[in-house]
């Protein structure tokens, strides 16, 4: 039987990183600082992030910077989002089991400075945008299916917890270079963290071995993100009602710094118990993100209280490097393998109420999951809705809700997840 358990503990911690069975089956787990996008200022998530051809406020340093020069006075910005993801997992012909979790945290904080000249205008803008957020919780229970695990055929309750973020500092600027033509760009400091905290138990109720009796794992990932990049953007005029924007963010390297611990306790029918605890922190390495592309365009209707916006932006993620493999099972053309080019398409509506210096809008965004781990069954597609209103033509507050799901199964698990996202912004100018 020792022989027997020592083989059991290796293979166990061997896929601790993973979250058993149905994960367990391929050689890479999805990278967290990988696409995830959760967006930036009320007023544009109200419009679905359709804001590349808009970009007249604070944000614009993130969205598009060649739209500070649209903004003629001073502005200091500063908003939070909350968010609940919903939770559903179900082994095939299994129970449903639940989970959630809430977070509430900044979104974005800066000032905009403008400055006047003879030939149009300049503006110049320092903040923070946090356009990445991690937090979620993850429960599985019920008895695994599968074959050819290491949880197959044992009764499993699980629960994966993630937490944490990335933010950009930014310094940026926007000018008019002539009547119509509107260029502008960032210098960008990527920094961040997450966590993640895995607590697996397994029992073997059903005798499926004749020694094991069961196994509890207990792994934490605690990893801190810090980059540098940058990101150029261009609004073009065709008359007064039509505009068009492109932007070109250029590749990050995000420095990794990993700290992790495992805990496996594995236990037999006799009442034998063995136990292995490691822990370390892997050496430095980049998660070297590509180019990501993005054009635009605006329609103003209605004398100009109506304004339709849509964005497309594409990312090849296949392009994603690691500047050296984070573990000796991932491989450095794990991006090339797992993960596919994607296209964020966001649509968004803003009707202004000049009577009551208000403004509603509506939108939608689709932000493809491009990890190839697993079926996608359903895309990560969102429905918003937002108000905006005007105080003494100096103060102005801005909400939008956002409401998505996805569905995505391996094997014989199915995960449905569901968000909610509350953003509220506020804006003084004078």
Known sequence: MRKWTKITIAVVLMFTCFVFSDKAGFAQVEEVSIGNTFGVGARAMGMGGAFLAVADDFTALYWNPAGLAQIKKFELFGGFAHSEMDAETQFTGGRITEADRSKTRPNAIGLVYPLYTARGGVAL???YNRPQNFDSEIAIQGLDPSSGMVFSGLDVDETEIDSGGIG????GAGVFISKNILLGGSMDFWYGSSFNELDSTANDIRNVDADLAGFAIHDTVDRKYMGFGGRVGLLARAGEHVTFGLTAMFPVDLEVDEVWRQETEVTFDDGGIETDVDEGATPLFDIERPFEFGGGVAVKLLEKR?????DLQFTDWAQTEYSRPPAEDVSSRDFEQFYDSTVQIRLGAEYRIPEIETSVRV???RDPIPFEGKDIDKERDFLTVGVGKIFDQVIKLDIAYMRGSWEQSSTSLIEDQTTN??????AYRY
């Open 125 to 127: 803008a320092l903040g």
């Open 306 to 310: 109506l304004t339709l916006a849509g």
């Open 168 to 171: 950009v500092w930014s310094f």
């Open 363 to 365: 939108g939608y965004f």
């Open 421 to 426: 996202r509350i953003f509220v912004s506020a």
